[in-house]
C-alpha cells in the first residue's frame, strides 16, 4: 500500500474498507463484528484446508500455526467502538 501513492489513496477512500482501515492506522482498532468475521472466516479456510486439501502433515501444522498467530494477533488489537470515533 505504501509503494504506491494511488493504491493508498484508493485504499484509504474505499467506501467499503476505508472506514476500516483510517480506524486501524490511527490506532483506534477494529470492530469487534469485523475481528469475529475475520477470525471466523480464517478458521473455517484453514480447517477445510487442512482436513481435506492437504495430505502433508508439516503443511497442516503451519497452517495452524499461522492461524494461531494471526489469532493472537487480531485479538491483541484494540477493540474499536463507536464511541471513539473522531468527526
Known sequence: ??????????????RIFGKY???YIEGRGIP??????????LWL????A?????EIMIVRILLLVIAVATTFYLVSIKTFKKTDEIH
Open 32 to 41: 469487534i463484528q469485523v475481528k469475529i468475521s475475520v477470525l471466523t472466516l
Open 21 to 23: 482501515l483510517n480506524n
Open 1 to 14: 500500500m505504501k509503494s504506491s501513492d494511488r493504491l493508498y489513496n484508493w485504499m484509504m477512500t474505499n
Open 50 to 54: 487442512t482436513l481435506f486439501i492437504f
Open 45 to 48: 479456510m484453514i480447517g477445510y
